[in-house]
Structure formats: C-alpha cells, structure tokens
C-alpha cells in the first residue's frame, strides 16, 4: 500500500486545515487508517483512527475538534481539523493497516508527512 499525504499548510490560530491521505495498491475498504503527528523534538503521537467498518477512535487532545473520515471510491482518508492551535503544529502522516488499528503503533504501511504550521 502506497500512501500520500497532503493538504498541510500555514494557518493562524482558529482556523481550519482539511488534510488528505490517497492510498494505492490494496483492497482500501479492508483497510484501518490513522493519522499521526510529530511536532518538532517530541515523539510521534496518535491523532486518530478509522476502523475498516467505520468507527472512529481520537487522542483526547483532538476530540471535539478534528474528525477523520474515508472515501472508499475515492481510496482516501481525510483529517478535518477545526479550532486549530499553536501546539497542533506538527508534520501530520497516515498510517494503514490490515490488522492494526487504533492508538496501535504497527501500523504496516506509512506515508509521508505533511507540514501542519498553526500560527497564534
């Protein structure tokens, strides 16, 4: 499984950013899809999930103000990130996986990263 990111950008806070994550190469309705993020000199941290069937799972620090979502015809994930704050800047990257799901690191397919910058 391919996947590739985009959408990232510059925005101030309070704003709202749409990220994107195409994926290519398997069944994409079987898969599980994340977003991760890691901001400068920290750890890569959980964002969000999306099950295969559906159900959603959020870091709580996210909850209530991002909301991942899938199109299965158009083979791709998306992050919708509202009320953007300074500590939102980080490199966004998907993550796939055909078991793995969740706040789980063992994903099995990555892509790159997309630059989020949230300006105060």
């Known amino acids: 499984v391919q996947l590739q990111a985009s959408g990232g950008g510059l925005v101030q806070a309070g704003g709202s950013l749409r990220l994107a994550c195409a994926a290519s190469?398997?069944?994409?309705?079987?898969?599980?899809l994340a977003w991760f993020r890691q901001a400068p000199g920290k750890e890569r941290e959980f964002v969000a999930s999306?099950?295969?069937?559906?159900?959603?799972i959020y870091a709580d620090s996210v909850k209530d103000r991002f909301t991942i979502s899938r199109d299965n015809v158009k083979n791709t994930v998306y992050l919708q990130m509202n009320s953007l704050k300074p500590e939102d800047t980080a490199v966004y990257s998907c993550?796939?996986?055909?078991?793995?799901?969740?706040?789980?690191?063992?994903?099995?397919?990555w892509g790159q990263g997309t630059l989020v910058t949230v300006s105060s």
């Open positions: 190469g398997r069944p994409f309705s079987n898969l599980n």
């Open positions: 993550a796939a996986s055909f078991r793995s799901w969740g706040a789980r690191y063992d994903y099995d397919y």
């Open positions: 999306i099950r295969w069937i559906g159900s959603t």
